[in-house]
Nanobody
Framework: QVQLVESGGGLVQAGDSLRLSCAASGRTFGTYAMGWFRQGPGKEREFVAG????????YYADSVKGRFTISRDHAGNTVYLQMNSLKPEDTAVYYC???????????????????WGQGTQVTVSS
């Protein structure tokens, strides 16, 4: 059974950093594209960052480019989202997601992903 479990969320002040982790189990995820989405209060769930299978490529939403970094451990089963210079508008529930793929493209639409975690809350105060 595939399971994605996020951790590392919390309450921080603007300008602080947080690192989110996503532990994946039930498959060998090195061959999966992985991503982070977020959903703020009253907003649609939106793409934040993604990493291709084999960690070949990464892609970021414009709103987080230069501040957030997605990475994955060598075994491929833990994905991280390092978030620096956090802003109040980054406040959201952050979700980890995975897509089984043989391609190199990083999906940016939530409909393209196969598995989702339960989410972790990130709150940034001003």
């Amino acid at each position: 059974q595939v399971q994605l479990v996020e951790s590392g969320g919390g309450l921080v002040q603007a300008g602080d950093s947080l690192r989110l982790s996503c532990a994946a189990s039930g498959r060998t995820f090195g061959t999966y594209a992985m991503g982070w989405f977020r959903q703020g209060p009253g907003k649609e769930r939106e793409f934040v960052a993604g990493i291709s299978r084999r960690n070949a490529y990464t892609y970021y939403a414009d709103s987080v480019k230069g501040r957030f970094t997605i990475s994955r451990d060598h075994a491929g089963n833990t994905v991280y989202l390092q978030m620096n210079s956090l802003k109040p508008e980054d406040t959201a529930v952050y979700y980890c997601t995975a897509q089984q793929t043989t391609g190199w493209r990083i999906p940016r639409s939530r409909d393209e992903y196969d598995y989702w975690g339960q989410g972790t809350q990130v709150t940034v105060s001003s």
